[in-house]
Protein backbone atom coordinates (compact mmCIF):
# COMPACT_ATOMS: atom_id res chain seq x y z
CA UNK A 1 0.00 0.00 0.00
CA UNK A 2 1.66 3.49 -0.98
CA UNK A 3 1.71 6.18 1.51
CA UNK A 4 -1.08 8.35 2.31
CA UNK A 5 -2.80 11.02 4.50
CA UNK A 6 -4.69 10.73 7.21
CA UNK A 7 -4.54 13.72 9.16
CA UNK A 8 -3.46 17.13 8.32
CA UNK A 9 -3.35 19.69 10.95
CA UNK A 10 -1.52 23.05 10.64
CA UNK A 11 -0.59 26.81 11.86
CA UNK A 12 -1.05 30.04 10.18
CA UNK A 13 0.60 32.30 12.10
CA UNK A 14 -0.28 35.79 10.56
CA UNK A 15 1.59 39.37 11.46
CA UNK A 16 -1.38 41.85 10.73
CA UNK A 17 -2.88 44.70 12.78
CA UNK A 18 -6.64 43.24 11.63
CA UNK A 19 -9.21 42.46 14.11
CA UNK A 20 -9.59 38.69 15.19
CA UNK A 21 -12.97 38.60 12.72
CA UNK A 22 -11.34 39.50 9.59
CA UNK A 23 -8.64 37.30 10.41
CA UNK A 24 -11.38 34.69 10.88
CA UNK A 25 -12.74 35.65 7.55
CA UNK A 26 -9.88 34.61 5.53
CA UNK A 27 -9.10 31.75 7.22
CA UNK A 28 -13.07 30.91 6.09
CA UNK A 29 -12.42 31.75 2.76
CA UNK A 30 -9.10 29.56 2.53
CA UNK A 31 -10.88 26.63 4.07
CA UNK A 32 -14.17 27.09 0.89
CA UNK A 33 -11.88 27.89 -1.62
CA UNK A 34 -8.44 27.30 -1.02
CA UNK A 35 -7.37 24.58 -3.73
CA UNK A 36 -4.33 23.09 -1.91
CA UNK A 37 -7.15 22.93 1.15
CA UNK A 38 -9.89 21.38 -0.96
CA UNK A 39 -7.32 18.91 -2.23
CA UNK A 40 -5.96 17.31 0.97
CA UNK A 41 -9.81 17.52 2.48
CA UNK A 42 -10.47 15.58 -0.27
CA UNK A 43 -8.40 12.69 1.09
CA UNK A 44 -7.95 12.84 4.64
CA UNK A 45 -8.96 15.06 7.69
CA UNK A 46 -7.61 18.71 7.57
CA UNK A 47 -7.78 21.12 10.26
CA UNK A 48 -6.17 24.01 12.15
CA UNK A 49 -6.18 27.79 13.52
CA UNK A 50 -4.89 31.23 12.28
CA UNK A 51 -2.82 32.60 14.95
CA UNK A 52 -2.37 36.55 15.04
CA UNK A 53 1.09 37.97 15.67
CA UNK A 54 0.94 41.64 16.21
CA UNK A 55 3.29 43.54 14.17
CA UNK A 56 6.66 44.99 16.74
CA UNK A 57 6.24 48.17 17.92
CA UNK A 58 9.42 49.82 16.10
CA UNK A 59 8.63 53.58 17.27
Request: charged share 25%; glycine share 6%.
Amino acid sequence: MPPSFVEFEYEVRVTTEETEHRVELVHTNLRKYGTVFNTLAASCDVHGRMVIVKPADHG
